[in-house]
């Protein structure tokens, strides 16, 4: 980077801390409450066990292998719980079993690191993408935008999910795809891994492979790539971003697991399409 960029990538730096650290105050919130029903998320609430469970380390090594990798809640990749683990791991070390009593204080650990950080990380790169840092008022005026978007402001108070992680992924795929620059390289293959990546994070990361038949077809127009170059490397693309999805979620090794995912996620579907329905709606 010339200084200039290096200067523009400081200024951002400093704007993200303080967008991470405005963003403690209320995610640190219990609203008052003692009860976690009234101050988590719905989804928090349901979710949250898993990764107390993925720290247990109790029983035997086998056990808390299991623990680690059959995670039990398939309607999120494993990617989103691994790194929410990792994320309270330092917690669970220093604090020992009182880690389990500390609830507001992990909850703010996993909504600032697993949703705010990445989102900070992704308008940056976002932003990089636009401007490559040569401007500083541009620079500063896309990251600010993409922050300040209030479907990114919902979704980074009192929610932890694992939408951000998602987009950091997805970002770091055109990322990529950009330093490439139409070569066919090492970076169109660490773009087809971060594509997994985002897939197995969460399944609407599908959608951007979509994003590489237009690559490829700018391969063909603007450098002139002969046809059978470019289906190999479309193939190839396909099984680095296989490989990426199977290694980032390993349960796929194993049948039960795999299945009951594949249940999960068909109901998901069966969701989408035909809406939720509850015996006790408040709506009838």
């Known amino acids: 980077m010339e200084k200039n960029q290096r200067k523009n990538l400081l200024i951002?730096?400093?704007?993200?801390?303080?967008?991470?650290?405005?963003?403690?105050?209320?995610?640190?919130?219990?609203?008052g409450s003692d009860n976690p029903q009234a101050y988590l998320h719905k989804d928090e609430y349901v979710i949250y066990p898993v990764v107390e469970r993925m720290l247990g380390f109790e029983g035997s090594a086998s056990n808390i292998w299991g623990r680690l990798i059959i995670y039990g809640d398939y309607t999120y990749g494993y990617p989103f719980y691994f790194f929410s683990a990792l994320a309270l791991l330092p917690l669970r070390l220093i604090n020992g079993d009182e880690f389990f009593n500390q609830l507001p204080l992990n909850i703010l650990v996993l909504r600032q690191v697993i949703n705010v950080l990445p989102m900070v990380l992704t308008a940056g790169v976002f932003s990089y993408l636009q401007t490559k840092f040569r401007s500083t008022w541009k620079s500063i005026f896309v990251f600010l935008f993409l922050l300040t978007i209030p479907a990114?402001?919902?979704?980074?108070?009192?929610?932890?999910?694992?939408?951000?992680?998602?987009?950091?992924?997805?970002?770091?795929?055109?990322?990529?795809?950009?330093?490439?620059?139409?070569?066919?390289?090492?970076?169109?293959?660490?773009?087809?891994?971060?594509?997994?990546?985002?897939?197995?994070?969460?399944?609407?990361?599908?959608?951007?492979?979509?994003?590489?038949?237009?690559?490829?077809?700018?391969?063909?127009?603007?450098s002139g790539y002969p046809f059978k170059k470019l289906v190999l490397a479309g193939a190839r693309f396909v099984l680095v971003m296989a490989l990426a999805i199977l290694l980032s979620n390993p349960f796929l090794l194993y049948e039960g697991p795999r299945q009951e995912m594949l249940a999960r996620q068909a109901e998901k579907a069966e969701e989408l399409a035909y809406g939720y329905s509850h015996d006790e709606s408040p709506y009838y």
């Open 152 to 222: 990114v402001v919902r979704s980074s108070i009192h929610w932890w999910h694992p939408d951000s992680l998602m987009l950091l992924a997805i970002a770091l795929t055109f990322l990529f795809l950009d330093l490439d620059k139409r070569r066919l390289g090492w970076h169109f293959y660490l773009a087809a891994a971060a594509c997994g990546l985002a897939a197995g994070t969460k399944l609407s990361g599908f959608f951007f492979a979509l994003a590489i038949p237009v690559y490829l077809l700018i391969c063909r127009i603007k």
């Open 12 to 31: 951002l730096a400093v704007l993200g801390a303080a967008y991470f650290i405005l963003f403690i105050f209320p995610n640190a919130s219990t609203l």
